[in-house]
DNA sequence: GATATAATGTTACATTATAACATAACATAT
DNA sequence: ATATGTTATGTTATAATGTAACATTATATC
């Protein structure tokens, strides 16, 4: 899960924090509310799956969990879940594992990095104007319109270099 | 096909030029030799794909297209020779699209910025330190460890940009 | 040549995602 | 309240991407 940050430069977006789950799916509820879309109860039973997860999640995984609550369920089920969250900004998707988490903060639109453990899988989504804004720079120096840029940076967090570390 | 380039902060790797498919191939031989490894047959023929493709290709594409060059091969077959490609640098993979294209410059590990085409598929591979520096620079606020960054930018490469405003 | 190592062949399967069409729920207007 | 169009979900099947496991072949070293 993720826990809702101050939104400054250098704050970690996904502290786990189950307590804050109820936020989220609040903030869910009035931004369907204000766009006029369907917060039904699939989705809502999607998006809290993937906020209660203390990592990011696999498609197949939340199908499974879907059906322990009772649910009848297929790929579609959760694809189709997955899509209207994603189109919503309200979890993020990670192409180099085919995972997803959610969002730390919903309510803006916002470029995002996310720092990926490899030991251990935590994953940090941080707003950090900075590299979006280079790879801007970038991409105009190419008569590139940017869209959309995926930043996912593999490494080892905190706790997983202390480990090694002592492991020598 | 990429163009070997000059390695310069503000230069586009990807300039489709199949004229220099056997300069890459002839890097590809003496980086291996260097390395003492064996740039077998199929590595060779899936490297001569990979580079005379214009723009990323799949694992099941090159696999067809070995198939159609008489060789007998399977999905390891290609995944195989890709993850050597990929070890040695002379192939980097997308994984927003799941595709693979030549690496425009193996000689030096390098960090790499993707510009991808939403529209045409055309994909650039532009070496930009200053996006991978301020990386590393949030990285290390996060007590964050890099070991690598996948950085791949969606959008109008600059002759989809025109055709759309033609359109308008 | 014998032996160890690396590469490839081959079969089977795992994982991730979508197409296509039927049904159900919901909104809106008569 | 019913009819009607729209959106969401159920369901089945299949596509697309990637790997495990083991047999065979080629290569290097002794
Ligand atoms: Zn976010
Ligand atoms: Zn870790
Ligand atoms: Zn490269
Ligand atoms: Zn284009």
New interface residues.
Partial sequence: MTEHCPHSE?A?CTLPSSEQVKVLLDQAVSLCEQRNLRFTELRKQVLELVCRADQPVGAYQLLDELREQGRSAAPPTVYRALDFLLEQGLVHRL??NNTYLACAHPQKPHAA?F?V??QCGQT?E?H?R??IE??K???E??????????????????SC?SQKEGAQ
Same sequence: chains 1, 2.
């Fill in positions: 250098t970690s192409a180099t990095v720092l453990c490899s940090q941080v950090t900075g590299v280079v790879v720079q970038q991409a120096k190419f008569d590139f319109r940017v869209t959309h840029a995926s930043v996912e940076v593999a490494g080892l967090c905190h270099q």
